[in-house]
Protein backbone atom coordinates (compact mmCIF):
# COMPACT_ATOMS: atom_id res chain seq x y z
CA UNK A 1 0.00 0.00 0.00
CA UNK A 2 0.88 3.37 -0.91
CA UNK A 3 -0.59 6.74 1.03
CA UNK A 4 0.26 9.86 -1.01
CA UNK A 5 -0.48 13.21 0.81
CA UNK A 6 -0.65 16.56 -1.73
CA UNK A 7 0.08 19.78 -0.10
CA UNK A 8 0.60 23.43 -1.21
CA UNK A 9 -2.57 24.48 -2.68
CA UNK A 10 -3.82 27.66 -2.43
CA UNK A 11 -5.40 30.96 -3.79
CA UNK A 12 -3.44 32.71 -6.28
CA UNK A 13 -3.54 35.22 -8.57
CA UNK A 14 -3.42 34.72 -12.52
CA UNK A 15 0.42 34.70 -13.44
CA UNK A 16 1.72 33.67 -10.69
CA UNK A 17 3.21 30.15 -9.14
CA UNK A 18 2.45 27.50 -7.05
CA UNK A 19 4.70 24.60 -6.00
CA UNK A 20 2.48 21.58 -5.16
CA UNK A 21 3.73 18.55 -2.95
CA UNK A 22 3.23 15.05 -2.76
CA UNK A 23 4.60 13.02 0.37
CA UNK A 24 4.72 9.03 -0.20
CA UNK A 25 4.68 6.51 2.62
CA UNK A 26 6.17 3.79 0.77
CA UNK A 27 9.60 2.68 1.33
CA UNK A 28 10.34 1.78 -2.36
CA UNK A 29 9.12 5.25 -3.61
CA UNK A 30 11.34 4.79 -6.69
CA UNK A 31 9.90 1.95 -7.83
CA UNK A 32 6.92 4.30 -8.86
CA UNK A 33 6.53 6.03 -11.84
CA UNK A 34 4.03 8.96 -10.35
CA UNK A 35 1.51 11.17 -12.14
CA UNK A 36 -0.14 14.86 -11.33
CA UNK A 37 -3.72 15.06 -12.59
CA UNK A 38 -6.55 17.71 -12.24
CA UNK A 39 -10.09 18.09 -12.04
CA UNK A 40 -12.00 20.91 -12.50
CA UNK A 41 -16.05 21.20 -11.49
CA UNK A 42 -18.21 19.37 -14.02
CA UNK A 43 -15.10 18.16 -15.48
CA UNK A 44 -13.29 14.99 -15.97
CA UNK A 45 -10.10 14.16 -14.34
CA UNK A 46 -7.37 15.28 -16.68
CA UNK A 47 -3.43 14.09 -16.96
CA UNK A 48 -1.13 17.25 -15.91
CA UNK A 49 2.14 15.59 -15.85
CA UNK A 50 4.59 12.09 -15.42
CA UNK A 51 7.62 11.25 -14.21
CA UNK A 52 9.64 7.88 -14.44
CA UNK A 53 11.14 6.57 -11.43
CA UNK A 54 14.67 7.40 -11.63
CA UNK A 55 13.14 11.11 -12.90
CA UNK A 56 14.98 10.83 -16.11
CA UNK A 57 11.72 11.00 -18.21
CA UNK A 58 8.81 13.35 -17.94
CA UNK A 59 5.45 13.74 -20.08
CA UNK A 60 3.40 16.72 -20.20
CA UNK A 61 -0.32 17.43 -21.33
CA UNK A 62 0.05 20.30 -24.11
CA UNK A 63 -1.76 22.44 -21.98
CA UNK A 64 0.84 22.66 -19.23
CA UNK A 65 4.16 22.18 -21.65
CA UNK A 66 6.49 25.33 -20.79
CA UNK A 67 4.50 26.30 -17.54
CA UNK A 68 4.81 23.28 -15.03
CA UNK A 69 7.42 21.23 -14.06
CA UNK A 70 7.16 18.16 -12.90
CA UNK A 71 10.11 16.53 -10.37
CA UNK A 72 10.78 14.04 -7.80
CA UNK A 73 13.54 13.41 -4.63
CA UNK A 74 13.90 9.77 -3.78
CA UNK A 75 15.68 10.26 -1.18
CA UNK A 76 12.82 11.99 0.66
CA UNK A 77 9.83 10.24 -0.76
CA UNK A 78 8.17 13.27 -2.49
CA UNK A 79 7.18 14.32 -6.24
CA UNK A 80 6.60 18.11 -6.81
CA UNK A 81 4.54 20.24 -9.33
CA UNK A 82 6.04 23.67 -9.79
CA UNK A 83 3.35 25.49 -11.61
CA UNK A 84 4.38 29.29 -13.50
CA UNK A 85 2.25 31.73 -15.45
CA UNK A 86 -1.07 30.49 -13.70
CA UNK A 87 -4.07 30.66 -15.43
CA UNK A 88 -7.86 31.08 -13.96
CA UNK A 89 -8.38 27.95 -16.12
CA UNK A 90 -5.96 26.17 -14.20
CA UNK A 91 -8.40 25.98 -11.21
CA UNK A 92 -8.83 22.66 -9.79
CA UNK A 93 -8.75 19.94 -7.32
CA UNK A 94 -4.70 18.44 -8.41
CA UNK A 95 -4.24 14.64 -7.36
CA UNK A 96 -0.80 12.64 -7.65
CA UNK A 97 -0.93 8.99 -8.06
CA UNK A 98 1.42 6.28 -8.16
CA UNK A 99 1.81 3.47 -10.56
CA UNK A 100 4.31 0.51 -9.86
CA UNK A 101 5.79 0.54 -13.06
CA UNK A 102 8.54 2.56 -14.87
CA UNK A 103 6.86 3.68 -17.92
CA UNK A 104 4.62 6.89 -17.81
CA UNK A 105 1.03 7.13 -19.05
CA UNK A 106 -1.48 9.71 -19.16
CA UNK A 107 -4.47 7.24 -17.88
CA UNK A 108 -5.52 7.91 -15.37
CA UNK A 109 -6.86 4.18 -14.97
CA UNK A 110 -3.50 2.82 -15.06
CA UNK A 111 -2.29 4.13 -11.68
CA UNK A 112 -3.28 2.63 -8.49
CA UNK A 113 -2.70 4.57 -5.85
CA UNK A 114 -4.16 8.00 -5.21
CA UNK A 115 -3.86 11.36 -3.21
CA UNK A 116 -6.80 12.94 -1.93
CA UNK A 117 -5.81 16.00 -3.95
CA UNK A 118 -5.47 19.91 -2.77
CA UNK A 119 -7.29 22.91 -4.50
CA UNK A 120 -6.08 25.43 -6.56
CA UNK A 121 -7.91 28.50 -7.29
CA UNK A 122 -6.71 31.33 -9.73
CA UNK A 123 -8.05 34.15 -9.64
CA UNK A 124 -8.38 36.65 -12.85
Known amino acids: QVQLVESGGGLVQAGGSLRLSCAASARTFSSYAMGWFRQAPGKEREFVAGITRTGANTLYANSMQGRFTISRDNAKNTVYLQMNSLKPEDTAVYYC?????????????????WGQGTQVTISS
Open 97 to 113: AARNNSYITQLATRYEY
